[in-house]
């Protein structure tokens, strides 16, 4: 079976350019996913998980970026700002993260146009421990995620926001996220489809109003509950 590059996610052009690419790397055993135009290699991040799916090629995340790129943030200059209607407005560090209590989850990964990883493990804080130290005000319905590529934007619901499995992920694949993932700290809603889960947060807002992110004016549903067949069973709150 080999990729299929032509999800609407991708651009015309990369598209084009991709297969070509892709078709090249196929020799040397590697997932290419072309993002505007240059070819990133998959194998950094199959190397060593030890993950099955259903492509041939290693773990077979195929690396999204709205802006053509991926931003460069050390670990040492990431900073994670919580604001917005909240009595204690905080910026987080990565080692701040790292000492707060951990959450470990196994999941499928799914993206809305099909493909899917098993078994993927993540680690990171819970996005509700970060909300009840900030405080959330009355007033709030919802959260509004912000990345550091300046492109991309994503919402939940307050209660979504506090289901059990929607991390602050500093780890994914085992590892440190690395930077094509998202890294050093990504978003994961565990029981929606991959768009929701932004990549190099870069601060997290309480809000009176959801405000429709990047993929939701492109035409996904806010809640973008998975279908069910993913084995992640959250309660589907705040469905319209
Ligand atoms: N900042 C940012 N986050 C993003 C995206 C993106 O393009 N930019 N794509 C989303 C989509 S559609 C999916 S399926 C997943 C893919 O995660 P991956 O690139 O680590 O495979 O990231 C999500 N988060
Ligand atoms: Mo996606």
């Known amino acids: 079976m080999t990729a299929d590059l032509t999800s609407p996610e991708t651009p015309e052009e990369s598209r084009r350019v991709g297969r070509r690419a892709f078709l090249g790397l196929v020799g040397l055993g590697a997932l290419g996913v072309v993002i505007g135009g240059k070819v990133q290699s998959a194998l ?133 996220v690395t930077r094509e993932h998202g890294g050093p700290v990504r978003l994961y809603v565990a029981p929606m489809f991959g768009y929701k889960s932004l990549k190099w947060l870069s601060a997290i807002r309480v809000v009176d109003r959801i405000e429709p992110g990047y993929w939701e004016q492109n035409g996904y549903p806010t809640n973008g509950w998975l279908d069910g067949t993913t084995g992640n069973t959250n309660p589907r709150l705040g469905l319209a």
Request: charged fraction near 15%.
């Open 44 to 176: 950094s991040s199959a190397a060593g998980s030890g993950l099955g799916g259903i492509f041939p090629f290693g773990n077979n995340f195929r690396i999204y970026s709205i802006t053509g790129n991926y931003p460069v943030i050390s670990p040492e200059s990431y900073r994670l700002q919580v604001s917005g209607l909240v009595d204690h407005p905080t910026t987080y560090t990565l080692s701040d993260l790292r000492a707060l209590p951990p959450t470990t989850l196994v999941k499928t990964f799914q993206c809305v146009t099909g493909w899917q990883v098993p078994d993927v493990e993540w680690k990171g804080v819970r996005l509700s421990h970060l909300l009840d130290a900030a405080g959330v005000q009355s007033g709030a319905v919802g959260v509004t995620f912000e990345s550091y590529d300046g492109a991309d934007t994503e919402s939940l619901t307050l209660d979504q926001a506090h289901l059990s499995d929607v991390i602050v992920a500093y780890e994914m694949l085992g590892k440190p």
